[in-house]
């Protein structure tokens, strides 16, 4: 079983509108949650990263949230626009795991955004 | 901010054939590199970890005879899948390692190349 569930699987939106993707994960210890956007056939992008302190990180209008104690992230896309069209991954990891570089995955969410 | 490039971008191959995908750091230097397999839909898979200087480390289930990987310099790693099979099509990521401001182990991923095994 994926230690890293997100959901919903997918979503469509309208142009303007906001959304918000969930992310659970069961990984432990933990230490960072990362929220990335792929493009499709891209590579993934970094658009925050949190350790278990911090509750809330912003990248423009990209708005992670991170509940370490039901181990529950959100993802808010604020006035959604044609390009937030992207697959959005959950990837949590370990202090060892992150040492390693080694990365726990979630299946995505994928994101379109419709005129 | 750190750039990784991949080359191809995409390729086509016959079936028996090999397939040299290249990673490289841009405007850094990664002793260490990642390769990532990901099928439509699904969530990256990491394949092997690529150490500069060393032998690659392979993830349970992955044939290191099959996908062989050379990381001879902090900016270039190579992955080689060899007598490419139609199930190995896939898309490929690879990613470096790098340490940012803050402290992060940050990973910085390639753009990903698109295999297709005919």
């Known amino acids: 079983k994926n230690q890293v569930e997100q959901s919903p699987q997918s979503l469509i939106i309208l142009e303007g509108k906001n959304c918000t993707l969930q992310?659970?994960?069961?990984?432990?210890?933990?230490?960072?949650l990362r929220w990335y956007k792929q493009d499709t056939g891209r590579g993934p992008v970094s658009l925050t990263i949190?350790?278990?302190?911090?509750n809330t990180k912003s990248n423009g209008r990209y708005t992670a949230t991170l509940d370490a104690d039901t181990k529950q992230s959100s993802l808010h896309i604020t006035a959604s626009q044609l390009s937030d069209s992207a697959s959005y991954i959950c990837v949590v990891s370990t202090p060892e795991s992150d040492s390693w570089g080694k990365f726990q995955f979630g299946a995505g969410t994928q994101v379109v955004v419709t005129p | 901010g750190a750039v990784v490039s991949q080359h191809p971008s995409w390729v086509i191959c016959k079936s028996g054939t090999s397939v040299k995908i290249e990673c490289r750091s841009l405007?850094?230097?990664?002793?260490?590199m990642f390769w990532y397999r990901q099928f439509p839909k699904q969530s990256l898979m990491l394949m092997a970890t690529?150490?500069?200087?060393?032998?690659?480390?392979?993830e349970q289930g992955v044939e290191k005879d099959k996908f062989l990987i050379n990381h001879a310099s902090l900016t270039l790693s190579t992955l080689t899948v060899t007598s490419a099979h139609p199930e190995d099509s896939s898309f490929y990521i690879c990613s470096a390692r790098w340490r940012d401001r803050e402290g992060y182990n940050e990973q910085f991923f390639g753009p990903g190349t698109r295999l297709t095994v005919l």
């Open positions: 690529s150490n500069e200087g060393s032998k690659a480390t392979y």
């Open positions: 949190m350790t278990f302190s911090e």
């Open positions: 992310c659970n994960y069961t990984v432990s210890p933990f230490s960072n």
């Open positions: 405007d850094f230097q990664a002793t260490t």
